[in-house]
């Protein structure tokens, strides 16, 4: 009889323990879980998802709050959540050896990871973990062999001041990949990868010769690698592209090919902000006044591709433009967004704002994407670009700095 209830004892042990660690994924909300009276009528894509940076991910700020009201009060039905950033830094604490060491936890911003994410699964949010990859300052300093160096040898920056780790070294590969399965057992529902690239600049040195068919097959196998590591564990994997990826079928010296990358992911995620594409480089003058047409092009060229649309869920704009016409994107703007990505059947939709703040994400954004009216060019107010005398004016660093009339993809790319 003792041993009986020692065996008994030690089961429940054993199921408890298992449970903590196994995948259990949200039970999502669909459009008939909410009041849609206002949202214009369904929507049929499967994840609409706000994004949160370190900072306000954390439950006491004011865009965590606001989030979380946009989520009751709207469709959206998902949040993403930077989880380790340019900097390096991850958002929770770390049990890996490596982040430990470097300190890579210090400026965690949520201490108790593990309930923050079954609270928000509990609501019926789906949680996407977004994980810088290749452009880490805080590990390529702390291990400077896997840094991208210079020609002289040395750690290079980018004109924002950043690293980044060579995308060959697999050290710095192994890196990224135990920090996105220890996230992907927290709870999270999907990884979502971004500066999955090669910095766009010629003469810097890797481990390896910076060939094309070297940089693709660089993207590609971490990709393949992270599936291998993450299907297992119930957990889906997207990767951030540049919008011009889908008009390109070269690499534009960053690694990424439409086509070699789809079948290493669940989801593509083209950043399409009409703001990142240059003057007349995709046919329109200025286009971000074009905030519909942008989208739907650029997904219609993806999927002639043999991308399937249910592989695409695009990054959509939900900030105000920066580099020509200044142009605010509200309700209007982004409701043509969210209606050019649900008229081509894409998988989910994500909204970018780099300080996460969504004013204009409300009912009546919804309600204008169930309007064709909003097909037409953006009828916004344009306010001609600010001035400066001596400095010119930086986007933030997640933004497509532009030129006036780039004759490539690759005269964007270079100043990030």
Known sequence: MKNHKTISLFLLLFTLLNAANTFHPSQLKTIDDRNTSQSGGP??????????????????????????RILEETPMNALIIDMKNIKGDLTYRSELADPRRI???????????RSYIQTLKSQGIYLIARIAVFKDRRQARAFPSRAVRTRDGGVWRDRHGESWVDPFDPEARRYTLEIAEEVARLGFDEINFDYIRFPARRGLRYDRPDTRANRVDAVDTFLRDAQRRLHPLGVKVSADIFGYVLWNRTDIRIGQILEKMAPYVDYLCPMLYPSGFSRGSV??????????????????????????????RPWLQSFRDYAYSRLPYKEREIAAQIRAAESLGSSGWLLWHPSSRFTYVTPETFALAADA????????TVQPPRRHRRRTRRPHPRMEAQNDTPRNPLDILRSR
Do not use: C, M, W
Request: charged share 25%; hydrophobic share 40%; glycine share 2%.
């Open 103 to 113: 300190h890579a936890s210090k400026y965690a911003a949520i201490d108790h990871i």
């Open 283 to 312: 046919a329109f003058a200025d286009p971000a006044a074009h905030p519909y047409e942008i989208v739907r092009i650029s997904l219609q060229k993806g999927i002639a591709r043999g991308v399937p649309a249910e592989k695409f």
């Open 373 to 380: 009216e909003v097909e037409s060019p953006s009828a916004s």
């Open 43 to 68: 929507l049929h894509s499967e994840v609409r998802a706000l994004y949160l940076n370190r900072h306000t991910a954390k439950p006491s700020t004011s865009q965590f709050k606001k989030a979380l």
